[in-house]
């Protein structure tokens, strides 16, 4: 007999489906939040569960910690784990109110003088960080952490004083770019798949993508991957891929690959589901626990691309 009150059950997928593995490898392996999540896109779970697992992650400034982003351990809030929970409310459709507003209250306390956010405050010094994520004592503002948050606040047209220069800076940082490196393209095409000046976005977009090819930032052909230098400081097979750009086919990066680079990417995206179920991550590991709560996150993300490009097949 049903649970009373428990949301209808979707279709059972056929056993050893993409779908039956990532959901046997999330009951496995994730935390609450990711198996919560990962019941509101394909079991047809409510959003209710999924605000409630990510509360725990809330600290009383309005910001997120507690390893929401599992590259930074401990307590204190910070704009990574903040950003992540803003994530988290778009994809169930909770990004606003006075949930909200108590998240733009606290981007508006740590923010950096130009009104934009750095990735990492020094609270976090003192807590167990990855390696690869400097912890210094005046951090300046970075296009990959206020990119982002700015672009999910635009979509869900939130409108607060924060935003104002904080879309200010993202533009400016835009328009500076000349060397970059792919989570710094990805931050950017976050910030404009949504910002309101369409006009602009289009043309700061259509820059970006000239930029990405001239500079080999994505890996067009997964067969030949060492033809595709991977960025300074990155793991050595941490290559980004077209879909790692363009996300769904409504992405302004879209318009930067071709029809056979794209599907030669989600061919790869495919193929990448691994034994247990998962998708593996592709940065550089540093602990255990990091990696185990990473990948049902990354795990999610993927079939959620195939998703959007009607690639993904129960």
């Not at 649970?3 to 496995?28: C, D, N, Y």
């Not at 970059?180 to 095409?189: G, N």
């Not at 255990?288 to 990948?295: S, V």
């Amino acid at each position: 007999m049903a649970e009373t009150g428990a949301s209808p059950l979707p279709p059972a997928p056929p056993a050893h489906s993409p779908l039956f593995r990532a959901e046997r490898f999330m009951w496995l392996t994730a935390r609450v939040l990711e198996q919560r999540l990962f019941a509101y896109h394909f079991l047809n779970g409510g959003p209710d569960p999924v605000e409630t697992a990510l509360d725990a992650y809330r600290n009383e400034d309005g910001g997120y910690g507690h390893a929401l982003e599992p590259d930074l351990r401990g307590p204190v809030s910070q704009p990574l784990h903040t950003g992540h929970a803003l994530r988290v409310l778009d994809a169930i459709g909770r990004c606003g109110g006075q949930r909200v507003e108590r998240v733009c209250r606290y981007l508006t306390a740590v923010s950096a003088a130009d009104g934009a956010l750095p990735a990492v405050r020094p609270g976090q010094r003192g807590y167990p960080a990855a390696p690869f994520v400097p912890v210094v004592d005046d951090p300046p503002s970075e296009l990959l952490a206020t990119g982002p948050v700015v672009g999910l606040l635009h979509r869900n047209e939130v409108w607060h004083a924060w935003l104002f220069r904080a879309t200010d800076f993202c533009w400016q940082a835009i328009l500076d770019l000349e060397k970059s490196h792919p989570y710094e393209i990805e931050a950017a095409v976050a910030f404009l798949d949504t910002v309101p000046d369409r006009s602009r976005a289009e043309a700061a977009a259509d820059r970006l993508g000239r930029l990405v090819r001239e500079q080999r930032l994505a890996a067009l052909d997964p067969e030949r991957l060492d033809a595709y230098p991977v960025a300074p400081g990155y793991a050595p097979r941490e290559h980004h891929f077209p879909h790692d750009f363009a996300k769904s086919p409504d992405s302004l990066a879209r318009a930067w690959f071709t029809d056979e680079e794209m599907t030669r990417s989600l061919d790869f995206l495919t193929a990448e589901q691994e034994a247990d179920g998962g998708w593996p991550i592709r940065w550089r590991q540093w602990t255990p626990a990091a990696t185990l709560e990473a990948r049902p996150r990354v795990t999610i993300d993927a079939l959620v691309t195939l998703g959007a490009y009607g690639r993904f097949v129960g």
